[in-house]
């Protein structure tokens, strides 16, 4: 069975501080899909960022990072100076090789203040 | 872009009724899903569909059943709907790459009295 766990429920942040969501993901399949969503107060999730489990390179886009670490399972999103347009609800989902399910994480609510 | 849409932003019903929720997506995705989000939960898959008139069980299908007679339009029906299935439902479609995200709907929020 798949699992992934974000610890954190609420982080509260002031704007230009750096924060850094984590995702922890249980599989045994050896391919497999890493993602993160964001869940604005309008309630859409949107797709950020998709990671393979045979790519271990990190990435960056602008203001986000994302640290992808097979051997600790782990998959976290970093902003940097962040922004009261950041606040949102963040969700990391896991998805194995075999169908287009997703698992999702419990999500971390993200609250930057001016 | 691709575009998913849910008829209802808010949606309020009574115990016992039958409850439509309807979702269309414009991009002709083989896959569509209905999730359920509650608080620490996370999105709980509740049924999918890959194709026309086809639907597997998601996490949680107790007490929803799902309708797909054409490839755009995916409906979960709440058979007779109880206080506990009061939630922010979300519907999703993708395409039949596995390399490609699932896409969003905004959301139904759904109380049930």
């Known amino acids: 069975a798949q699992k992934v766990t974000q610890a954190q429920t609420e982080i509260s942040v002031v704007e230009k501080e750096d924060v850094t969501l984590d995702c922890v993901y249980e599989t045994r399949d050896t391919t ?13 999730l ?20 994302w640290n992808f670490q097979k051997s600790t399972s782990s998959f976290n999103f970093t902003i940097t100076a962040s922004q009261v347009v ?22 971390t609510r993200l609250m930057v203040k001016p | ?12 019903k009574r115990t016992g009724e039958k409850v439509f929720l309807e979702c ?6 083989e896959n569509m899903f209905w999730y359920r989000q509650d608080p620490g939960l996370g999105l709980r898959l509740i049924y999918f569909s890959y ?11 107790e007490g929803y059943s799902v309708s797909r007679e054409k490839k755009e339009r995916f409906s979960l029906i709440l058979e007779s709907a109880s ?12 395409s039949s790459d596995i390399y490609q995200p699932q896409h969003f709907g905004d959301g139904t929020r759904l109380s049930i009295l």
């Open chain 2, 1 to 12: 872009d691709v575009k998913v849409t849910q008829s209802s932003r808010y949606l309020v």
């Open chain 2, 83 to 94: 206080t506990n299935q009061t939630s922010m439902y979300l519907c999703a479609s993708s």
């Open chain 1, 32 to 44: 497999y899909y890493l993602f993160w969503y964001k869940q604005p107060p309008s309630g859409e």
């Open chain 2, 24 to 29: 269309v997506q414009d991009m002709d995705h």
């Open chain 2, 51 to 61: 194709d026309v008139k086809m639907k597997e069980k998601g996490d949680i299908p």
């Open chain 1, 86 to 107: 950041d606040s949102a609800v963040y969700f990391c989902a896991l998805r194995n090789n075999a169908g287009n399910m997703l698992t999702f994480g419990g999500g």
């Open chain 1, 46 to 65: 949107v797709f950020l960022i998709r990671r393979n489990s045979f790519d271990e390179q990190n990435e960056i886009s602008g203001r986000y990072s």
